[in-house]
Nanobody, 118 residues
Framework: QVQLVESGGGLVQAGGSLRLSCAAS????????MAWFRQAPGKEREFVAR????????DYADSVKGRFTISRDRAENTVYLQMNSLKPEDTAVYFC???????????WGQGTQVTVSS
């Protein structure tokens, strides 16, 4: 099993920045990828960004390209999401996810709230 714990959420004004962290613990030795998803009130959970654990390749949702950056520290088993130029529509609960295979995600964190005020 892999446990994921997010941190770094909070309240920020539009145009501001936040950095989310997700610490992985447990059987992390065979992780394939980690990602961030978000869910706004009344909406479905949506993909934000993904990073391949070994090679570091990244992928982003169109809505965050150029504003968000996903990165990882393999030694610390931690993935980050640097969020710049935040908009009110970025307000959501942000979830960290991990997988040991290319398809789908098997492990999820509890989520951290990000609120962007206008």
């Amino acid at each position: 099993q892999v446990q994921l714990v997010e941190s770094g959420g909070g309240l920020v004004q539009a145009g501001g920045s936040l950095r989310l962290s997700c610490a992985a613990s447990g059987r992390t030795f065979s992780l394939y990828k980690m990602a961030w998803f978000r869910q706004a009130p009344g909406k479905e959970r949506e993909f934000v960004a993904r990073i391949i654990w070994s090679g570091g390749n990244t992928d982003y949702a169109d809505s965050v390209k150029g504003r968000f950056t996903i990165s990882r520290d393999r030694a610390e088993n931690t993935v980050y999401l640097q969020m710049n130029s935040l908009k009110p529509e970025d307000t959501a609960v942000y979830f960290c996810a991990a997988a040991k295979i290319p398809i789908g995600y098997d492990y999820w964190g509890q989520g951290t709230q990000v609120t962007v005020s206008s």
